[in-house]
Structure formats: C-alpha cells, structure tokens
C-alpha cells in the first residue's frame, strides 16, 4: 500500500513539473519582446523627431545613429517581454491556481518572485537605452533656410546656411544589398549623407535640394561610383547621382 502511493505521488509530481502553463508563460513572453521592442525605439524616434527643426523637407538619423537607436533596446525588451508573458498567464485563473501549487510545493517560482527578479534583470539592462538616446541625438535635418546636424553628445543642434554647402560627392556601395550615397561637406567638414539611411525620401525631396543649392559654389565628384554601380545599380539613381545637382 504504501509503494502504491509513493508510486502515485511521484507520479502526479511528474505531472506537475510538465506543467504546460508554463509553457504558455515562455510562449507569451517570447511573443512579447517584439512589439516592446517596437515600442521603445518608437520612444526614441519620437524624441528625434521632436528636434527636427519646423519646416524640414527631409530628416534623418545617421547610420551609427540608427543602429544605437534601434538595437540598443533589444536586451530590455527580453526581460519586459517575459515579465508580460507572466503578467498575461497569471491573468488566467486556472493558470494561476496552478502555478500557485506549483510554487508552494517548491516546483517553481512564485508569480511576485519571478516578476520582481525579472524587473532587477531589466533595471541592471537599463543602462542600454542611454546608447538609444545618444543615437536619437543624432541627426541631421534640411529646411528652405539651411542644413541642421546634432552630433551625438552635443546638447544643441547646428545650423549652416546653404552657402556654407563645400562639396558634394556621390557614389554606392555594395555589400548584400546596394546603398547610394549623397554626401554633402559643410564649412567645418561635417559630412552628411543624405540618401543612405532615406533613399527613398531623398528620392522625393532631391527636387528641393536642387532648389536650396541654386547659387551656391561647390566641388561636385562622382568619385564614388564604381564600375560595379554601373553594373549592379539602378538606371535612374545612376543618372541621378551622376549629374550635378546644379549648373555650374
């Protein structure tokens, strides 16, 4: 008698550790970490673009900019993602009574317990987010009046004036995919890339970057474009970016 109930306590004790709540917690949690992912960088770009100056045609991040911005709030959103996934199974009262009995019998962690080690995990990761902000900070932007940039410790963003506008110079690269590049040189050297995060805005826009260029002196070089651009690249970029913006 008293193997046969050994038998059966080790029995639904086996059961209990398969516990498949558990498994919807991991399921739940996993589901999570791309929309909270989502959510942050969404923070961080309305932030950007608050600093945009009114009025601008074209607006963009840098590329190491974008990178911090955008990826930085991964590690974060791990941890949220899974204190959600077990925010929403402890929602569920059969889940929850469950869990609950698992927790007292010392096969699992309790709900408080598990959630309060998880915020400590994502507080210790919070830290990250301030590469969020600094590549958040850093921008450029083009209006009628002139060029905006924000270096990415800098508290003020600086404006130059359309003659202040040294050189331009096109040109792509290729890795998986091909990127084309319009970077302009101000006065201080500032180098700006106006078609490699934006391609397609730039395409839109590039009508009034002619316009806010008419009159102003320049180098222009297409020293950038190689013959694999000639190969690989689009006709109408091509063209576009082999042509001086302006008549000399």
């Not at 100056?53 to 590690?75: H, Q």
């Not at 317990?113 to 210790?124: D, I, V």
């Not at 009159?215 to 970016?241: A, H, I, N, Q």
Request: hydrophobic fraction near 40%; include cysteine; glycine fraction near 8%.
């Amino acid at each position: 008698m008293r193997l046969s109930e050994n038998s059966g306590f080790v029995q639904q004790d086996r059961q209990r550790r398969k516990s498949g709540w558990n498994v919807l917690a991991l399921l739940f949690g996993l589901s999570a970490i791309g929309p909270t992912w989502y959510l942050l960088a969404q923070v961080f770009l309305h932030y950007q673009k608050i600093l945009h100056p009114p009025g601008a045609f074209l607006s963009s991040g840098t590329r190491i900019g974008n990178i911090l911005m955008f990826v930085s709030p991964a590690l974060p959103s791990i941890t949220i993602g899974f204190m959600i996934g077990n925010a929403l199974v402890w929602c569920i009262p059969w889940a929850r009574e469950a869990l609950e009995r698992e927790a007292e019998m010392g096969l699992g962690t309790a709900f408080g317990s598990s959630e309060r080690g998880l915020a400590k995990f994502a507080w210790f990761l919070s830290p990250v987010l301030l590469l969020s902000f600094l590549g958040a900070n850093n921008f450029w932007s083009l209006t009628t009046e002139g060029v905006y940039y924000r270096p990415m410790f800098s508290p003020a963003t600086k404006r130059y004036a359309w003659s202040e506008v040294q050189s331009i110079k096109t040109g792509c690269t290729i890795h998986k995919g091909i990127d084309y590049h319009f970077e302009m040189t101000l006065r201080d050297r500032t180098t700006i890339d106006l078609a490699q995060e934006t391609p397609r805005e730039f395409w839109t826009a590039y009508p009034q970057v002619q316009q806010a260029l008419v009159g102003v002196t320049y180098r222009f070089s297409t020293e950038g474009l190689s013959e694999r651009c000639f190969d690989l690249g689009s006709r109408r970029w091509l063209e576009l970016l082999s042509r001086r913006p302006t008549a000399l």
